[in-house]
């Protein structure tokens, strides 16, 4: 069992950037596809990035960047440090939200799909990202 915990948000205008991270404690991350999450005011929280686990083979699953995130967020991971990144780039004021990071050892990222909340066993406290226009 891995316990989450995400770090990184905050206030920042829009056509900046952030880096949040995603650290477990308890376990390493590499067995576990990861997703990222967010929830705007009001709003369901909806995934928007997935990925295969560190130590998947390299044919078996993918990355999957919803399209309003595509060609600006970029997720990256280092299992050695068991945290996983996600660099948010060119952020717009619907970017908004409290973003969550998520992990699970069944889960698989085909690349093509939305990660769903109830897919995932693991979830960080989540962090808050402002975005000021």
């Known amino acids: 069992q891995v316990e989450l915990v995400e770090s990184g948000g905050g206030l920042v205008q829009a056509g900046g950037s952030l880096r949040l991270s995603c650290a477990a404690s308890?376990?390493?991350?590499?067995?576990?596809?990861i997703g990222w999450f967010r929830q705007a005011a009001g709003k369901e929280r909806e995934g928007f990035l997935c990925t295969k686990p560190g130590d998947a083979l390299p044919h078996y699953g993918g990355t999957y960047y919803a399209d309003s995130v595509k060609g600006r967020f970029t997720i990256s991971r280092d299992d050695a440090k068991s945290t996983v990144y996600l660099q948010m780039n060119s952020l717009e004021p619907g970017d908004t939200a409290i973003y969550y990071c998520?992990?699970?050892?069944?889960?698989?990222?085909?690349?093509?799909?939305?990660?769903?909340?109830?897919?995932?066993?693991?979830w960080g406290q989540g962090t808050q990202v402002t975005v000021s226009s």
């Open positions: 998520a992990a699970d050892l069944t889960y698989y990222c085909s690349g093509d799909q939305s990660p769903k909340t109830y897919e995932f066993e693991y």
């Open positions: 308890g376990g390493t991350l590499d067995s576990y596809a």
